[in-house]
């Protein structure tokens, strides 16, 4: 009990450096949020993630009500999907496997068959994307370049644990222009019930200068964005609540930035969610010149972005969507 309630105030400590700053911490600090954290989760559901996420600790009980919190979200995940699918999905190699004819570029699953054909796929790319079949939070991701590092030392990483080298996306030259260090991506969240596709939320995530990711976990910004056009719902934010009405690094502007395409996005969104076996996920996607091209698709709704910046509380959303689907049901 002792290491369980200790790993849990480092992960409140955590949490206070990403969403308020190293300064908030101290033990008076701390205390106070998990006094706060414990009053949530018993009224709320909430977790640790929702409390600072959403910032539940600066919310009256009016607002924090509204909210969809993880509690809630873990069960109607599992209502929908169901638990086995979900784990399933966390892996990248089966849900790339899945849905191979969304990629539309090159992948090699490691560890590889042989060392020629590592070789061959690495030359054949120069730099490639390297991503841990089970990672979370945009960890456990880089760039492996030909050029800049020994072939062997990166065969041999290869053999360590499962991954896939992913071809790098050359996105639209439109989103590039925000931020080109990172590929900046759109997620969609859908929910098929019976032969209906039911569009939730999307949103945009942009990264920071000279960072690879664009998730906001790691830095970055995030945006809401308009289903019937496309358009960017106001400025940009990041985990600590900043907004940003251009990008902090590139001067691009984000308010008034509307989704090159967008129409073409929503239509590959639903060809996704109609050959997917869940019915409920969160699509990364990202929109290259002509086409669209799948990122990854989450098996849970993670249930903070879609409330935070100009969103609001979902939970009334989703009870509407769990009824739906029970109707389906019967």
């Known amino acids: 009990m002792p290491t369980r309630i200790n790993a849990g105030i480092e992960r409140v400590k955590l949490y206070m450096a990403l969403t308020i700053g190293e300064n908030s911490i101290s033990p008076v600090s701390v205390m106070k949020h998990c006094i706060g954290i414990a009053i949530c989760k018993v ?13 539940l600790f600066r919310k009256k009980h009016s607002e924090r009500k509204t909210y969809l919190t993880e509690k809630h979200a873990r069960q109607f995940n599992s209502l929908v999907n169901g638990p086995e699918n979900v784990w399933k999905f966390h892996d990248k190699i089966y849900m790339y496997q899945v849905l191979n004819r969304f990629i539309k570029r090159e992948q090699l699953f490691c560890p590889p068959h042989s060392y020629a054909e590592f070789e061959s796929f690495i030359k054949r790319h120069g730099t490639v994307l390297y991503k841990k079949s089970k990672s979370y939070w945009g960890t456990s991701i880089e760039l492996w370049s030909a050029n800049a590092t020994d072939i062997d030392k990166l065969y041999n990483r290869s053999l360590n644990e499962p991954a896939v080298l992913d071809e790098l996306v ?11 260090d990172s590929v900046n991506t759109i997620r969609i969240y859908t929910l098929m019930i019976k032969d209906t596709c039911h569009f939730i939320a999307a949103e945009f995530h942009i990264g920071r200068s000279g960072q690879v990711i664009d998730n906001y976990m790691k830095g970055g910004l995030a945006a809401g964005i308009d289903l019937e056009t496309g358009a960017l719902m106001g400025a940009g934010f990041d985990l600590r609540g900043n907004t940003y009405a251009v990008h902090p690094d590139t001067g691009a502007d984000i308010v008034g930035f509307t989704i090159p395409n967008w129409s073409e996005v929503l239509r590959f969104t639903e060809e996704c969610a109609r050959a997917c076996p869940l019915a409920i996920v969160e699509w990364d996607l990202a929109v290259r010149e002509n086409d669209c091209v799948l990122i990854e698709a989450n098996p849970n709704v993670g249930n903070s972005e879609i409330q935070m910046g100009e969103f609001h509380g979902r939970k009334k959303q989703f009870e509407e969507l769990e009824k739906l689907y029970r109707q389906s049901l019967s």
């Open 43 to 55: 009224l709320y559901g909430a977790s640790i993630a929702d409390y600072f996420e959403l910032r």
């Open 170 to 180: 050359i996105q639209h030259p439109d989103i590039a222009r925000l931020n080109p």
